[in-house]
């Protein structure tokens, strides 16, 4: 089993890569492994859906630039395979004068990435939009969409396989080792032999990193958003609508995102998970509980930011305190319209030095490419990415 490409993670970021791969190299073999027994199981499959437009990122970053690309790849891609998809664009408001230069500054970051046909809202004009909505100034991003990743990832697979490539799941990757030309990988009793490596492995990137780098310089710290799904019969929003984000996190804060199936989820918040794959607050792994707190940076965000840490547990445990967040936004809304929802779990890497990664980031050498932080809008992105990493690593 001896193939030119493989690929680790088959996420929508994996499955883009060898897609790309192929589309681009169509002779070549190429074979995508996967630990779980089908695709999209992990962040793709447990994301709010939402088509990212850009407007966050700072300009000339792999955020901004893959975020715009794949945007247009993503939606050119959905009209080929029609996949369904809303462009019903988002409110972002402003819920206090403290909070205006900031949505000013991001009104001037979206333009600077090439987003047309913003508008600033007034409170009128954001009440004209969302009649239930409350806030002193807004911005409305025509580009905002909706969408289901997993129907993406679908398609992806059945493009894959008719490309000739394979993908192969239930193979949990346990070592990786290296000759002068070519690159072994193996579960334990199967093995696989590969020119090339390209890594996409979500909440465990970083331990499939070290498998062939040693120590990295960042460690994956799991942080849990928990929705509730909006059961009322009234409609509380138009458009997905959205505050003003801390510029301290790489999180947007509760909201109110529309399904691409029906209904309205509010959420989600941004609490540490005691296991990498913990989508319950029962779900705990002591050893992975010890590697997150012995990981020098994430004690220093500890360290600085514990006090907007144990806002987002209060949060968590207190339906009270979550509604109260979304009341800021929508005021009539109250507990007896929320029930609970799902909740994904978002790898964010996090530097030695204590600071969250804002950006994409990717450790690659001569034949092989980790993608080690790939957080939103990574799924907005993921074609945009996916021909990144395949341009990168034919042309090694």
């Known amino acids: 089993?001896?193939?030119?490409?493989?690929?680790?993670?088959?996420?929508?970021?994996?499955?883009?890569?060898?897609?790309?791969?192929?589309?681009?190299?169509?002779?070549?073999?190429?074979?995508?492994?996967?630990?779980?027994?089908?695709?999209?199981?992990?962040?793709?499959?447990?994301?709010?859906?939402?088509?990212?437009?850009?407007?966050?990122?700072?300009?000339?970053?792999?955020?901004?630039?893959?975020?715009?690309?794949?945007?247009r790849l993503l939606l050119d891609y959905c009209d080929k395979k029609e996949i369904k998809y809303d462009l019903c664009g988002k409110v972002i408001v402003a819920t206090n004068i403290g909070e205006v230069?900031?949505?000013?500054?991001?009104?001037?970051?979206?333009?600077?990435?090439?987003?047309?046909?913003?508008?600033?809202?007034?409170?009128?004009?954001i009440q004209e939009r969302e009649p239930g909505c409350s806030g002193v100034k807004g911005i409305f991003v025509p580009q905002t969409g909706i969408i289901d990743y997993k129907q993406v990832c679908k398609a992806l697979e059945k493009d894959i396989i008719t490309a000739g490539g394979e993908i192969i799941y239930n193979y949990k990757v346990s070592a990786i080792s290296e000759k002068p030309d070519n690159i072994f990988v193996t579960d334990g009793s199967r093995e696989y032999?590969?020119?090339?490596?390209?890594?996409?492995?979500?909440?465990?990137?970083?331990?499939?990193?070290?498998?062939?780098?040693?120590?990295?310089?960042?460690r994956i710290i799991p942080f849990r958003g928990e929705y509730?799904?909006?059961?009322?019969?009234?409609?509380?929003?138009?458009?997905?609508?959205?505050?003003?984000p801390d510029p301290a996190f790489p999180f947007l804060g509760v909201h109110f995102t529309r399904m691409i199936g029906g209904g309205i989820e509010a959420g989600p918040n941004a609490v540490l998970?005691?296991?990498?794959?913990?989508?319950?607050?029962?779900?705990?792994?002591?050893?992975?509980?010890?590697?997150?707190?012995?990981?020098?940076?994430?004690?220093s965000v500890m360290a600085k930011y514990w006090k907007t840490g144990l806002?987002?547990?209060?949060?968590?445990?207190?339906?009270?305190?979550?509604?109260?967040?979304?009341?800021?936004?929508?005021?009539?809304?109250?507990?007896?319209?929320?029930?609970?929802?799902?909740?994904?779990?978002?790898?964010?890497?996090?530097?030695?030095?204590?600071?969250l990664v804002d950006d994409f980031y990717i450790i690659e050498?001569?034949?092989?490419?980790?993608?080690?932080?790939?957080?939103?809008?990574?799924?907005?992105?993921?074609?945009?990415?996916?021909e990144y990493l395949a341009e990168k690593v034919i042309s090694k």
């Open 273 to 299: 998970a005691f296991k990498r794959e913990g989508y319950k607050k029962t779900d705990i792994s002591l050893p992975e509980l010890l590697d997150i707190f012995g990981w020098k940076g994430f004690r």
């Open 311 to 355: 806002g987002e547990f209060y949060r968590s445990y207190r339906k009270k305190a979550f509604v109260k967040a979304l009341q800021k936004l929508v005021p009539a809304i109250s507990g007896v319209d929320l029930v609970p929802g799902g909740a994904g779990v978002r790898a964010q890497a996090c530097h030695a030095n204590g600071k």
């Open 228 to 244: 509730y799904k909006i059961q009322s019969t009234k409609s509380f929003v138009n458009h997905l609508v959205y505050p003003v």
């Open 1 to 71: 089993m001896t193939y030119d490409y493989i690929v680790i993670g088959a996420g929508i970021v994996g499955l883009s890569t060898a897609f790309k791969i192929l589309e681009k190299s169509p002779h070549v073999k190429i074979v995508v492994l996967e630990k779980e027994d089908g695709a999209a199981r992990h962040q793709t499959g447990n994301n709010s859906g939402v088509i990212h437009s850009g407007i966050y990122y700072t300009p000339g970053s792999l955020k901004a630039l893959n975020c715009r690309k794949g945007y």
């Open 365 to 386: 050498r001569r034949n092989i490419m980790h993608v080690c932080n790939a957080p939103s809008p990574a799924a907005t992105a993921s074609l945009a990415i996916g």
């Open 101 to 125: 230069q900031r949505l000013e500054g991001l009104y001037e970051r979206g333009i600077q990435n090439g987003l047309e046909g913003m508008k600033l809202l007034s409170p009128a004009e």
């Open 193 to 218: 032999l590969g020119k090339k490596l390209i890594t996409c492995a979500g909440l465990y990137s970083d331990k499939i990193a070290e498998m062939t780098e040693g120590k990295v310089d960042v």
